[in-house]
């Protein structure tokens, strides 16, 4: 079956998945053929912010760079966060094609925020003023509306791993900065280069080297 047949017959189920799980749940469709532009469908689209048009997170990136999960059908309960700060809980089914390919995500976001306030609520109640230990979680996923903030968000998350300013970075710290984007699929998008040799102060010869010498 042609691919984007393929994909056209999952619209209409985002649009019941959006009705059937309400007002608190995001169902989005991407289209791997188009990073820049991934999303083709999207149900309750203000819980993130994006819309149709927008491109695919940073951990869509890391799921196609990534082969032992692109062979997974579906990955589960992971954490997301929004730019606005609402805490998301994540899961992705890969829609594949008859030959196996990955050529597209139907991913779906319950906004868990008013529950995680809720929870806080109940310890007041329960512990009252005595310290609660819970671990704060960090988020696998970050929603972005562009391009240049998804790979804006990617690499401030790689660079802050080293608390040094990158023109005061040794080359192998930027080296392995370089790695660590490839890694999470950043090279997949369109002008990542010009924008990573910007922000690491280095040629975007020296980018292509670091690459070439993995």
């Given amino acids: ?41 999207i149900e309750n689209g203000y819980i993130s912010g994006r819309e149709e ?11 196609i760079k990534d082969k032992e999960l692109s062979r997974k059908n579906y990955i589960t309960n992971y954490n997301g966060e929004t730019k606005t700060g609402h805490n998301l809980r994540s899961s992705t089914y890969f829609i594949k094609n008859d030959e196996g390919r990955i050529i597209g995500m139907l991913c779906i976001n319950i906004n868990t925020s008013d529950l995680m306030y809720a929870k806080k609520i109940l310890n007041k109640l329960i512990y009252g003023n005595k310290e ?27 660079i802050k791993e080293i608390p040094v300013l990158p023109e005061r970075m040794t080359a192998e710290e930027k080296k392995d900065i370089v790695k660590k984007l490839d890694e999470r699929g950043v090279f997949l998008l369109k002008n990542a280069i010009p924008k990573i040799a910007e922000i690491l102060k280095t040629s975007e010869a020296t980018i292509y080297r670091y690459l070439n010498s993995k």
């Fill in 1 to 41: 079956m042609n691919d984007n047949k393929i994909l056209n017959e999952y619209k209409a189920l985002v649009k019941f998945l959006g009705e059937l799980l309400g007002e608190n749940t995001e169902v989005v469709l991407h289209d791997l053929t188009n990073y820049e532009n991934s999303i083709i469908a």
């Fill in 53 to 63: 048009g927008d491109p695919l997170t940073d951990l869509a990136l890391k799921f």
């Fill in 132 to 158: 609660v230990d819970e671990k704060q979680s960090i988020p696998d996923e970050n929603f972005t509306n562009t391009i240049e903030e998804l790979v804006d968000s990617i690499i401030s998350d790689v």
